[in-house]
Nanobody, 121 residues
Framework: QVRLVESGGGLVQAGESLRLSCVASGSIASISGMNWYRQTPGKQRDLVAG???????NYVDSVKGRFIISRDNAKNTIYLQMNNLRPEDTAVYYC???????????????WGQGTQVTVSS
């Protein structure tokens, strides 16, 4: 199994920054894509940014120029640097990863438990 643990969320004012981290652990053989999603109450979970193993990244338009996703393959960790935060960025942020384990030699998607980000105006 693969366990993902997010951290770094909190309460900030508009214009401030936060850095989220997501660490993957378990019987990991390989991790392919890793992503950050966010969700607000009553709404679907939406992709915010994703990054491949080679560092290729993509972003939803609303965060381009403000958020930066990065990855440390040696640590099985991704980060989301969130700058110039806006109240509409308020959500629970989830990490997910496409990984295969030493026990199950096929890629599956795994999710973390989420971390709350709240931006006050």
């Amino acid at each position: 199994q693969v366990r993902l643990v997010e951290s770094g969320g909190g309460l900030v004012q508009a214009g401030e920054s936060l850095r989220l981290s997501c660490v993957a652990s378990g019987s990991i053989a390989s991790i392919s894509g890793m992503n950050w999603y966010r969700q607000t109450p009553g709404k679907q979970r939406d992709l915010v940014a994703g990054i491949m193993r080679d560092g290729t990244a993509n972003y939803v338009d609303s965060v381009k120029g403000r958020f930066i996703i990065s990855r440390d393959n040696a640590k099985n960790t991704i980060y989301l640097q969130m700058n110039n935060l806006r109240p509409e960025d308020t959500a629970v942020y989830y990490c997910n990863a496409e990984a295969k384990t030493t026990l199950h030699w096929a890629y599956s998607w795994y999710w973390g438990q989420g971390t709350q980000v709240t931006v006050s105006s």
